[in-house]
């Protein structure tokens, strides 16, 4: 079975330029969550989808970030305009989204890395 | 508010020698707990996670973890240690009626020698 699949896994930008990132959850998981990993720290959600529903965004920095889950498969987080501070990885991560008592394993995908100049 | 303290940045072991992740969580209710490892350039793994049932959660690569309520921990364990296991290890808080949210430790780094 096929993973979380991200693209690009590497993005090198400069500042105040547009940038998007795609994933592509586990076949038939209906939750998709999208995490920013700051070097030396753990991930923090962004946002969750249950299917093409945004359900908790409250972490979304909505001035320069948003998101897009069309017909609740694949998903796109995009930065416009990049700064500096957004170097991170950007992961995606998915579950089946049948259990909502925090049992419900997310798998994660392998992120994207992204420099901003 | 939910929060996970892993006690030590980094661990450095001999191959074959036991190894012990700290974490201890900070939580109103009974939580799920669990054990993600990071291999570099590679997604999070699940390694094991606790619900509420036995304390004592066997996960996968010869890893366990015992859920300690009164200690509020939950440790990390592997009885030897192997070259493939050098990784980031993170501890995860899961709070109840929480949707599935996860809420990470800042991870351990962990390095095996020969």
């Known amino acids: 079975e096929a993973g979380v699949v991200q693209s690009p896994r590497y993005k090198i930008i400069e500042k105040k330029q547009p940038v998007a990132f795609w994933c592509n959850p586990i076949?038939?998981?209906?939750?998709l969550y999208w995490y920013l990993q700051n070097l030396g720290q753990g991930p923090e959600l962004l946002i969750r989808?249950?299917?093409?529903?945004?359900?908790?965004d409250s972490q979304l920095p909505k001035d320069r970030f948003s998101a897009e889950r069309l017909k609740g498969v694949d998903s796109t987080l995009k930065i416009q305009p990049a700064e500096l501070g957004d170097s991170a990885v950007y992961l995606c991560?998915?579950?089946?989204?049948?259990?909502?008592?925090?049992?419900?394993?997310?798998?994660f995908g392998p992120g994207t890395r992204l420099t901003v100049l | 508010a939910q929060s996970v303290t892993q006690l030590d940045s980094h661990v450095s072991v001999s191959e074959g020698t036991p190894v012990l992740l700290r974490c201890n969580y900070s939580?109103?209710?009974?939580?799920?707990l669990f054990w993600y490892v990071q291999h570099p350039n590679k997604g999070l793994q699940l390694l094991l996670k606790?619900?509420?049932?036995?304390?004592l959660v066997k996960g996968i690569n010869g890893f366990e973890a015992e859920f300690k309520k009164s200690e509020t921990s939950f440790h990390l364990t592997k009885p030897s240690a192997h070259m493939s296991d050098a990784a980031e290890y993170f501890c995860?808080?899961?709070?109840?009626?929480?949707?599935?949210?996860?809420?990470f430790g800042a991870g351990t780094r962990l390095a095996v020698h020969p």
């Open positions: 991560a998915s579950s089946l989204g049948t259990s909502g008592m925090g049992t419900d394993t997310q798998y």
């Open positions: 076949s038939g998981h209906n939750t």
């Open positions: 989808y249950e299917n093409e529903e945004a359900v908790d």
């Open positions: 939580s109103s209710y009974s939580p799920s």
């Open positions: 606790y619900t509420s049932a036995a304390t």
């Open positions: 995860v808080v899961s709070p109840p009626g929480g949707y599935n949210k996860l809420i």
